[in-house]
């Protein structure tokens, strides 16, 4: 598996949204790290949030709960976390599977 690369960008910018991208493997060895360090941003910003997994190879149960929770948090804080993935992404494909891309913000781009 590859190794987790996040790229986070507009955190500083309140009238953006804060975008994070993912690319490589999102899974219980890196996910933990990650949702903390996304937690811990999204209550310091103030913009809503884009999370960016169209390059994301791979994720497990884990990884999956990152995503929850920070779609959680920003719920909390009356923000929106937006989730951007492709339809050829087996990523994507776990969501669907999983029914979760029912409960996430998860908008397809081609």
Known sequence: MRNLQVTFKNKTNPHLPFTV???????????????????????????????????????????????????????????KLQIVSSPINPVDHFLRLSKFDKHLNVLRAS
Not at 32 to 44: G, V
Not at 65 to 77: T, V, Y
């Open 21 to 79: 991208e993912l690319e490589g493997s999102l899974h219980e060895m890196n996910a933990i790290n990650f949702k903390n360090d996304l937690l811990n941003i999204i209550t310091e910003i103030s913009s809503d949030c884009i999370v960016n997994i169209s390059s994301l190879a791979a994720i497990d149960v884990t990884g999956l709960n990152a995503l929850i929770m920070a779609h959680r948090g920003m719920e909390k804080a009356g923000r």
